[in-house]
């Protein structure tokens, strides 16, 4: 067995990279920690690299071709780990998730056509729906912690709409969707005739069991599309290589005649050796270790944040109190957790929640910006609901982390005077 040593902190600085090269210019400042985009800074598996560097010692860098070793690859990664079961039709290639979700927009739907979202969710979703000219319509989420579904809202934005985009695991907060769950928005979509976007891009990072949302309800898969990649999974984003599943002959047909026309699935040189290397036990045991390890990091946020942001309050009860002859409004005191987080239940973001700190979010900007020198996914960018929260990447070294955290109790004390 390999071990792998996701403690080692490598320098990505000077390397183009958007985390540490883009993150002075994106905030105009030089000292901000990068805990923002959603790719790791752990080395991708040596094994995997090696090959990269083998083929670019070949010296030639012409054309490439999609070979069967990649078909075989991605058919057995599914159904080794979902059980699903596809054949080499039901698949293709996309250079990215985003640019598949934006041309499944513009294969499947027509301008003004409405198309709702889950917000807070994952920015890009209603950039692509407006950039493709349709109508954004936006579920509202239940009241409460943990952003679950108001079916009712649910159930009357979706009338009308010719299609909806579907985060499986949802980005952020890494809710993991029930089958129950997923059934119910399959019943409710197949009845009012949507087509589905399924982004599953973190599924492979889930700590709770995944189901893929086609693999629910049979009519429903035929009006559906899902993207996954080994882009985040195995920390090779920067590769440019997802995948598109689809079960429905007729949407299979479409979506493969539509990107072959513009040459849409035509992947560099490189594309196709991520899934053909790391779709296999031995990306499996990286990946394995590398789950252990963010897991780690997600224990290592919850328990500091309990034990550093946790105060009392006083709360009052709306209750008088009689002491010594004068009438006291009653108040009792309450540990309360100031800065909280939503355990994600899979991938390596963690949506931190300020909510009960009571500040604006230009006042929570300017705290962890200028007071924590951090730079993290500010919530309100995800739509409705993320008000309040920030996204911290926690895929990185357990080093880096305690920096993080460590530069978070500091603003934390210097703006509460502890
Ligand atoms: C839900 C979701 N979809 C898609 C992406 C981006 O995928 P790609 O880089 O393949 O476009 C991300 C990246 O953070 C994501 O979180």
């Known amino acids: ?93 996309v250079p990215g998730i985003v640019v598949g979700m934006a041309h499944a927009l513009r294969c499947f739907t027509r301008p003004n056509d409405k198309v709702l979202i889950f917000p807070p969710v994952y920015p890009p979703f209603a ?97 559906t599309i899902t993207f996954h990649a080994p882009s985040k999974t195995f920390n090779v984003a920067g590769v440019g290589a997802s995948e598109w599943v689809a079960t429905g002959k007729e949407v299979a047909k479409k979506f493969a005649d539509y990107l072959k026309a513009g040459e849409f699935d035509f992947g560099h040189y490189d594309s196709f050796l991520p899934a053909t290397l790391l779709y296999t036990p031995k990306g499996r045991e990286w990946l394995n270790q590398a789950m252990d390890y ?29 002491a010594s002859n004068e009438e006291f409004a009653e108040a009792k005191v309450t540990e309360t957790q100031l800065i909280k987080m939503i355990r994600p239940k899979a991938s390596f973001l963690i949506f931190l929640d300020f909510r009960p700190l009571g500040l604006s979010q230009k006042e929570l900007v300017e705290f962890i910006v200028d007071g924590a020198h951090l730079a993290l996914n500010d919530g309100a960018t995800f739509g409705a609901g993320g008000e309040g929260f920030m996204r911290l990447n926690v895929g990185c070294p357990r080093k880096t982390l305690e920096q993080a955290m460590k530069q978070l109790k500091t603003a934390f004390n210097k703006r509460y005077k502890l």
């Open 127 to 223: 950039s692509q729906v407006e950039n493709a000219c349709c109508k954004l319509v936006i579920r509202e989420d239940a009241k409460g912690e943990t952003f679950d579904i108001n079916w009712k809202d649910f159930e009357k934005k979706i009338k009308g709409c010719k299609a909806m985009i579907l985060c499986n695991p949802h980005n952020p907060g890494g809710r993991v969707w029930s089958r129950a769950e997923l059934k119910r928005i399959a019943k409710i979509c197949r009845e009012n005739n949507v087509f589905v976007i399924s982004d599953e891009i973190h599924c492979d990072l889930s700590f709770e069991k995944h189901i893929p949302f086609a693999t629910v309800d049979a009519v429903q898969a035929r009006n």
């Open 294 to 322: 963010i897991k780690g990091n997600i224990d290592y946020v919850e328990k500091f944040l309990k034990e550093n942001f946790t105060h009392p309050t006083l709360e009052f009860t709306g209750k008088k109190v009689r």
């Open 1 to 93: 067995m390999t071990k792998y040593n996701f403690d080692k902190v490598v320098c990505r600085k000077g390397t183009d990279c958007i985390k540490w090269d883009s993150t002075p210019l994106l905030w105009g400042k030089k000292n901000l920690l990068p805990m923002w985009i959603a790719d790791m800074d752990f080395p991708s598996p040596k094994f995997f690299t090696d090959a990269l560097i083998k083929r670019i010692d070949g010296g030639v860098l012409g054309y490439g071709c999609r070979p069967d070793r990649w078909y075989d690859a991605v058919i057995k990664w599914f159904k080794e780990n979902y059980n699903w079961k596809l054949k080499e039709q039901n698949i293709g290639f």
